[in-house]
């Protein structure tokens, strides 16, 4: 029978694993990418990974997620990251929807679905967690992009999406990534230089909003305005500068370890 499991390893990681076979302590980052409910795909994995496989390490490991999957490492952050990665599951694939839903009724579920997920002490849990150091990437508006008039953000989304066709840089001129990490400026992630990039400490107080904010698709979702804690200004979906990560992961001497849905990373 054909397995529904395919590793994928560069000649470094591969000599290792060759060498070593596969251990928790290898691994130092851990990335989600963006995807949508195509994380369902995961979602045994997930389990595994989060309930038994990672919780033999003993130093702490480094996570870093775009859209659904910043949703799932803030899942592993939490006390009972198996409970929270179940809850999560659950809500999302039981959201109703009425037949025209506008932007402000799906924005009020997914806020009421990542507050379920969360419970009433999640975002505590993450911000405080030693072991996991979480990283969630959103994606500022620069310029008119920023406007409060739906005409300007459709207009800049529609350069920045033509900008990118030559030039992947060009991003910059549109978006801020923003990085919200439990590390503050210890983040090895401070000094991302491929894109404009801002480090802010993901705090408390700012969790729910820095976890709407990496899933708010644009024409979907309503995005996310003035984040404690942040640069002011309107957030969007991580996935618009990091789909699926094209950046140095800094894991030194460690390993990367990237569960994916697809053969394919965009």
Known sequence: MKSSLSIYAGPTARAQLLEQGVTAAQFK???GASGGPKWFVLYGLDRYLFGDFLQRRT???LTLGSSAGAWRMCCLATADPVAAIE???????????????????ITLKAEAMLAGMLGPTGAAEIAANTAIHTTIVADRSRG???????SLQTAALGFAALANVFSRRSLSLF?????FST?????????????????????????????????AIPYVLEGVRDIPGAPRGLYWDGGMTDYHFDMDFHAGDGLVLYPHFSSEVI
Not at 87 to 105: G, I, M
């Open 59 to 61: 130093e702490p490991l």
């Open 144 to 150: 008119f992009g920023s406007s409060k008039r739906k």
């Open 87 to 105: 809850r999560l599951a659950k809500l999302y694939s039981e959201e109703q929807y009425s037949d025209t839903p506008t932007q402000l009724e």
């Open 175 to 179: 978006f801020e990534r923003t990085l």
């Open 29 to 31: 980052v851990l990335v």
């Open 183 to 215: 590390q503050g400026e210890e983040s090895p992630w401070r000094a991302a230089n491929d894109l404009r990039t801002t480090l802010v400490p993901l705090r408390q107080n700012n969790v729910m909003q820095a976890m709407m904010a990496t899933g």
